[in-house]
């Protein structure tokens, strides 16, 4: 089993960047693919990125291209989701999950997820 738990949300103005980590308990972080959703209020959560379980591959939500980047580090068992020229539809609470394929973009394709990190994009 993996719990994980995310860090590093807040309130930024348009235009900001923000970095998003997600910390991984357990022995096997590098086992899994892992993804990023977010969920705005009154919608559907929706994928945003994923990454394999070595980081040589990643996947991107067509809304977040070029400007979002995942990655992560297996010594340390974390995720990143470095966030850059922010939108105001950029809010939502961001999630990370694992265990999916890294080009799965449906939530039912991940085992695990976190409590979620609150990304508020001023205009």
């Known amino acids: 089993q993996v719990q994980l738990v995310e860090s590093g949300g807040g309130l930024v103005q348009a235009g900001g960047s923000l970095r998003l980590s997600c910390a991984a308990s357990g022995r096997t972080f590098g086992n899994y693919a892992m993804g990023w959703f977010r969920q705005a209020p009154g919608k559907e959560r929706e994928f945003v990125a994923s990454?394999?379980?070595?980081?040589?591959?990643?996947y991107y939500a067509n809304s977040v291209k070029g400007r979002f980047t995942v990655s992560r580090d297996n010594a340390k068992n974390t995720v990143y989701l470095q966030m850059n020229s922010l939108k105001p539809e950029d809010t939502a609470v961001y999630y990370c999950?694992?265990?999916?394929?890294?080009?799965?973009?449906?939530?039912?394709?991940?085992?695990?997820w976190g409590q979620g990190t609150q990304v508020t994009v001023s205009s």
């Open positions: 999950a694992a265990g999916g394929r890294v080009y799965a973009t449906s939530t039912t394709a991940y085992d695990y």
């Open positions: 990454i394999s379980r070595n980081g040589d591959i990643t």
